[in-house]
């Protein structure tokens, strides 16, 4: 498997616990707004930076589509 669809899935599980809800739930809404390619291809983004920013950036292309930066 590829580092960025490891780290996917560990985002993933950490996003859901941030959230209280499962990971196919939040897996569910990613794919439901369109973004789960969007964060795979933001992958050099996300594990470079506090996971925090990735959660903010998530948050932003549920709500609006757009990335947070």
Same mark, same amino acid.
């Not at 950490?14 to 809800?21: L, M």
């Not at 709500?63 to 930066?69: D, I, L, S, Y």
């Given at each position: 498997?590829s =580092?960025e669809?490891?780290f996917l899935n560990?985002l993933?599980e950490?996003?859901? %616990?941030?959230? $209280? &809800?499962t990971a196919s739930?939040?897996?569910?809404?990613w794919? =439901?707004? $369109?973004i %789960?390619q969007m &964060? @795979?291809?933001? @992958?050099w =983004? @996300?594990?470079?930076?506090? &996971?925090?920013?990735?959660f903010e950036? &998530?948050?932003s292309?549920l709500? %609006? $589509? =757009?990335?947070?930066?």
């Open positions: 498997m =580092e669809f490891l560990y993933l950490c996003y859901a %616990t941030y959230r $209280g &809800i739930k939040a897996l569910e809404e794919d =439901e707004h $369109g %789960t &964060i @795979y291809d933001s @992958y =983004e @996300y594990h470079t930076e506090r &996971i925090e920013n990735a950036d &998530i948050n292309l709500a %609006t $589509g =757009e990335h947070a930066w």
